[in-house]
């Protein structure tokens, strides 16, 4: 793999955290994830940009972003989130890993409060943070659905887990003893990770939102569609595995309740425009302030 924009060199102290950021045709969204992380409050870091094969110019929109813990790598193939997370891992020097997508933001002081939980709970694999909803726009649309707790977490594994993927930091060695299954499952390789590791794992979330992530106005119906099914499958073998014949019930009664759910909301949205959603004035005051810093400091 070929290394485009150097680090540190290898033979200095390997920093804390490892934060491992696949990119695949990420446009102009990718200079401001890069800058929330350049910005975070804790310092001892280094981020592995690994360019998925992408065919636009969103690496040159970053080049002048002089930083020495930045490491950018690319191949030239396309492998996928799983496979790239994976190297990510195998190549990481920090004591944790930190998960980060390319076009969502990080609030400044995400990766000193997950380092602090860490250390504080010896016991914890990973540790996911709260986050706000943003458009293609920076608008704030939304929350991220959450649970606090590990048993709140894992409470029903037949509706998933509500622990948002770009969020998660967490021991190295969790994840390369772990790794993500490759050809990872069709864009729910976090769900499938999870499901996997959650009886033998301990997981928490920071109630404290320290996070953006964005998601599309437009839903691709298709592609949701795909998802649900794939993620049908890979609970149903997990569950037979172990003989858990309810919860394999649950999952199917799960499935067809979104599956009914996305059906009335695409036929509203035929004949119906999507009501503007609101935000709390002290959530999106939060947001704007983290997105008009970073805005100050890199113009």
């Not at 409050?41 to 813990?69: K, M, P, V, Y």
């Not at 009886?199 to 320290?210: G, K, P, V, Y």
């Not at 993620?231 to 009914?260: E, H, K, N, P, S």
């Amino acid at each position: 793999m070929a290394e485009l924009l150097p680090g540190r060199a290898q033979g200095s102290e390997p920093p804390l955290v490892t934060v491992a950021m696949p990119v695949y045709n990420a446009g102009k969204y990718l200079r401001l994830a890069v800058l929330s992380i350049v910005r975070q409050t804790f310092t001892d870091w280094e981020l592995l940009i690994i360019d998925d094969g992408s065919t636009d110019n969103a690496l040159q929109d970053i080049a002048d972003i002089d930083d020495t813990r930045i490491r950018i790598l690319r191949d030239g193939a396309n492998k996928g989130l799983a496979a790239r997370l994976n190297e990510a891992a195998d190549m990481a020097r920090g004591r944790y890993f930190a998960r980060m997508d390319q076009d969502d933001v990080s609030y400044p002081e995400r990766f000193a409060r997950q380092i602090e939980a860490l250390k504080n709970d010896p016991e914890l694999d990973l540790v996911a943070t709260r986050a706000i909803l943003i458009d293609e726009n920076d608008h704030a649309t939304g929350l991220f659905p959450y649970a606090i707790s590990h048993e709140e977490i894992c409470a029903r594994p037949w509706r998933g887990f509500y622990f948002p993927h770009p969020t998660w930091m967490g021991k190295i060695e969790w994840f390369r003893n772990r790794r993500y299954t490759v050809p990872g499952p069709y864009f729910c390789e976090d769900q499938e990770l999870l499901l996997r590791s959650y009886r033998n794992s301990r997981f928490a979330t920071l109630d404290e939102i320290l996070f953006a992530y964005r998601i599309r106005k437009e839903v691709n119906w298709r592609k949701r569609g795909k998802t649900r099914r794939t993620i049908l499958r890979i609970q149903l073998r997990q569950f037979m595995v172990i003989y858990q014949w309810r919860i394999m019930f649950l999952v199917i009664l799960t499935f067809v309740g979104r599956v009914a759910g996305d059906m009335l909301k695409f036929i509203g949205g035929l004949f119906f425009q999507d009501q503007l959603k609101t935000v709390a004035v002290p959530i999106s005051s939060q947001w704007h302030v983290v997105l008009n810093t970073l805005a100050e400091k890199h113009k």
